[in-house]
């Protein structure tokens, strides 16, 4: 099967005149259809950054240095203006972070859907038709027809984001990127709007792309994880293989993992990673890991590690690498490698 | 909404009554009376004193001021003491020309300076950024009446393209709606352009350019018209400064607008003349003020939804006197 969405080296860097804040670090993603991708990491860790680098929608201060983009075999780094405009709404539509703003607030939640189906309306649709349509999204989302001539500001944050879910499905869209769409709202609304986009989503067997920072969103609705740091992917598997703790995991994984309280076995106190993220400003010369990781070693400080895949998970760490490939592994890890 | 209308308009008439106030209070405190000013520093006494009592100028302060009210509500703002004509006539009759003036104006900063604004905000940092930016700060910085005075050399006595005097055609407007132009044009571009930074970078844009539709649908229909409420501001203050400009503008192309009036009656201490047009010149202010009010409301749907709870509230609890009367019942 062909990925719908490959993502190759990428670099994003944002350039103001005091510094360069190095977002991205070579990311590779491969996203095939029907598949739910769960992109997790830690706040300033690059997650949005690879959804608007896909929307082609960075702000101005970001600089792709390299890489490529790739949907549907179609380049997006470097499309015009035209293409791009094909591609977002009706290939690629996305949910935003934060539902109270991203609302036009002179609009009516109605017109801003209906915006949305007229700009990619292909088979000319009538008035009437158009009505029809914007009538069935707002059905599709759960908000009554009636509260489509409202304002934003006429709806609770749950309700927006219902919208902003509504405007993103109008065209039926392969792809969904959705960029922590449930991080502003309440734990009830969350489960609801995540409850809401999953049926959706299996109903119209679109892709999607869940950034978040909350593994419990993550283990409800993907099918593969990336575990992103510093602007690297440093962990990618499928959700079971990520979330099984008996396998070998990159020690942020780990870390992340003991951060989560656990509901089977009593403990005092949870472990936290130590330090803080690394300062994307000024990273590290080896990995970026290396100052806050408990197996760092003397090549983690100056080598750069590179991908290795172990069994199905592809991680980017040294101490695997010396674990598992090297001379002391166990009889798991051989038979991982043998597959591989 | 229409409840709001009604009591900004009912809200106008205490607002009046101050303004009355201070206009008379201050005109009340310039030397000389009516009559020495009609007849000039040569007459008798007798003939003086005779056109001040006609006039009512030895009754007293307060009581002359309660005429006055009256007198304006009626309508009627006395009479010039030169020309002997209403004072109302006289304002009426030269109100087109400052009228034209700050219409023509006004709709010329429009044309030049939201466009202009909306082009720095959108091209931040480019040549036409550079260029707006820099137009609107000399624009800010050049004083009126020297700019009125270069053109006056250029245009008519070097070029005699333009006339430099009188109102009689509209090519007699071409400098004068320049020079109020403007500073009009240099305040609007940058309150554009300033808001217009603010809401291309705003979260909703965003999510617009994500829809994938027209970047100049984009940049006009969702940024510009959330950053229209401050330029409307800005539009309206300027209306008001236009037509108090005219004073220095009119005076200087002979326009024989309001503002040239204005200066002569200064000049004669013509003080009802003075009067009613201060009175009416603040009273056009506050009627633009309460125009844009509204058209904040057919902006901005929250301002309504503000403006509507208000109505509601009032209309739930009842006018002052109905509450009053309410509760002087309960204790009767």
Redesign the interface.
Known sequence: MSNLLEIKDLHVVYKTREEHVFALNGIHLELQKGETLGIVGETGAGKTTIALAV?Q?LA?TAVITSGSIQYDSQELIGAS?RE???????KI??I?Q?PM???????TVGAQVE??VR??DLENLSDLEIDKKVRKIFKAVEIHHRRRKE?P??FSGGMKQRV?IA?ALACSPELIIADEPTTALDVTVQSQVLRLMNDLKVKLNTSMIMITHDLGIVAKSCDRVAIMYAGEIVETGKLEEVFDKSLAHHPYTTGLFKAIPDLYSKCDRLVPIQGVASDPTDLPDGCNFSLRCNQCMDICREVDPIVNSYGNLKIKCHYLEQEYKGGNCDEQSTNRNKKT | MRGFIVRRLLLLLPTILAIIFIVFFVTSLTPGSPGRIILGPNAEQVNVDAINHELGFDKPFYARYVDYVINVFKGDLGKTYFTNKPVIDEIISRFPVTFNLAVYSLFFSCIIGIPLGVFSAVK?YSIIDYLGTTLAILLAVVPTFWFALVLILFFSLELKMLPSSGASSSLHYVMPVIVTALPAIASILRMTRTTMLETIR???V??????????NKVVWY?AF??ALLPVVTIIGMNFGFTIGGTVITESIFSLPGLGLLTINSIRNKDIPQVMGIVLFFSLLFLLIMLLIDILYAY????IK?TYDAKEETAIRKGTFFKRSIRRIKRLV
């Open positions: 929307m929608l101005r203006q791009l405009q094909k591609v977002r709404g009706r539509a996305m935003f934060d703003t991203s609302l036009n607030p002179t609009m915006e949305m700009a990619h304002f500001h006429n902003v405007m | 931040q705003s979260d909703y965003r999510t617009a350019r994500a829809k994938g539709i027209n970047e969702h018209k959330n902006l901005d749907p929250r939804a």
